[in-house]
């Protein structure tokens, strides 16, 4: 039996039922026009069954945070939702004010409002438990006008969050197709792992990777953990190579020199199963150079080396189970998309089961062609990362709870 209900639990025709997705998408600060409706595609499955079954559904979604160029309204999200489902989607600019609460109650069965932008609301940035966040206004507001709550936003799962926790509290809670899809496939990977099992962990946020190495070594999930991007230069300073001043002071300037302690501890203690960079990619004269980790000069690192390339391959190619997470270098320059753009086609290319962790690594995917060739891209690089170390997601912790 599942721990949390899903749509198929709940009849739903004539019935309101609101549902959080994640439809966060790059937007051009000057034009508001959304760049990239991936999220939105992805989201449009479970709008439009809830719609097609004849609900009255009412979508609750954010776009960026305060502060930020891209922190918009949500009108061109709707505009754009429209064209995707082939349906009119309504919009009202406000969450619970006497206009959007009536735009709710004359919702007609099939009809979809997209609310505001969930972030206008002060309080949702706030983690806390889902029972303080049920007192929210939002919550309390919207709660009497739904009779069912519908998680879908996986990407988001992690956070605590007002409109992603509040309403499992008192309303009956499900998770939508999106969420339940990404639970199932990737706590089924993690529960039924073949060896050779490989680990590839990039990008810029080293204490992830960090959690996740320990978390996998430490269970006998991974046999091999492929390093790059700064969480490589990180395990290559803590392996006692001289990466240069400059690397050195980039992750120090981070707050990460205590990653560099423990990436240590993981040395020690679990020894060649953790790879780091044979050689790194750096920008010398314009232009980019290859060089062995025993001469690296005080220059950036922006890519791993042609070397590692061939051997991460081969490891990955070998493999029967890969996670990726994290590209292997500043792959938006085409002179360092190298190590990131071999390591996606060598998992694309080979025969075991490739998860790919959200975030830039997706982007990086989708952006060579190659999503269908994976076993399983993730849209959600917090909440799959969060995972894969062993950890709860807040949110569906909540439905599981609002099951009970």
């Not at 998770?175 to 990737?186: H, K, S």
């Not at 080396?305 to 938006?332: C, D, H, L, Q, S």
């Not at 909440?383 to 909540?398: D, H, T």
Request: with cysteine; glycine share 8%; aromatic share 6%.
């Amino acid at each position: 039996m599942a721990e949390f209900n899903t749509i198929d639990d709940f009849d739903i025709e004539n019935k309101t039922v609101l549902v959080r997705v994640d439809i966060n998408a790059p937007v051009d600060p000057s034009s508001g026009i959304i760049l990239d409706d991936t999220r939105l595609k992805l989201h449009a499955r479970t709008i439009k069954e809830l719609s097609n079954k004849g609900a009255k559904v009412v979508i609750l979604a954010h776009q960026s945070r305060p502060g930020k160029k891209d922190f918009t309204t949500l009108s061109q999200h709707a505009d754009a939702l429209s064209d995707i489902l082939n349906l009119r989607v309504k919009y009202v600019d406000s969450l619970f004010s006497s206009s959007a609460k009536e735009a709710i109650r004359n919702l007609k069965p099939h009809d979809i409002l997209l609310l505001e932008n969930a972030r206008f609301f002060s309080e949702e940035t706030l983690s806390r438990t889902p029972l303080e966040q049920s007192k929210t206004i939002l919550v309390r507001q919207l709660s009497p006008l739904i009779d069912y709550f519908v998680n879908d936003a996986f990407a988001a799962a992690h956070r605590s969050q007002a409109s992603l926790v509040g309403f499992t509290v008192n309303t009956p809670s499900a998770a939508g197709r999106v969420m339940e899809d990404e639970l199932t496939i990737i706590q089924s990977a993690l529960d039924n792992v073949e060896h050779p099992c490989v680990f590839l962990l990039g990008g810029m946020k080293p204490e992830d990777s960090i959690e996740v190495m320990e978390n996998v070594l430490s269970n006998g999930t991974a046999d091999s953990i492929l390093t790059t991007g700064i969480v490589g230069n990180i395990v290559l300073w803590a392996a006692g190579v001289d990466i240069g001043q400059v690397n050195k002071d980039f992750i120090a300037g981070r707050g990460y020199e205590d990653m560099v302690v423990k990436a240590k501890d993981l040395i020690e203690r679990f020894g060649d199963k953790v790879k780091y960079p044979l050689d790194v990619a750096c920008e010398i004269d314009g232009e980019r150079v290859d060089i062995d980790n025993d001469k690296i000069p005080n220059e950036a690192i922006f890519d791993i080396g042609v070397k590692t390339i061939a051997f991460y391959a081969k490891e990955i190619r070998e493999a029967k189970y890969i996670f990726a997470n994290g590209p292997a270098g500043v792959f938006e320059d085409p002179k360092f998309a190298m190590g990131t753009e071999d390591l996606i086609n060598a998992m694309a290319t080979s025969n075991g089961f490739s998860l790919i962790g959200g975030g830039h690594i997706a982007a990086a995917t989708a952006g060579l062609g190659l999503e269908d060739q994976m076993s399983h891209l993730s849209s959600g690089g917090g909440a799959c990362i969060s995972m894969l170390a062993g950890k709860k997601l807040a949110a569906v912790e909540a439905l599981k709870n609002s099951r009970k």
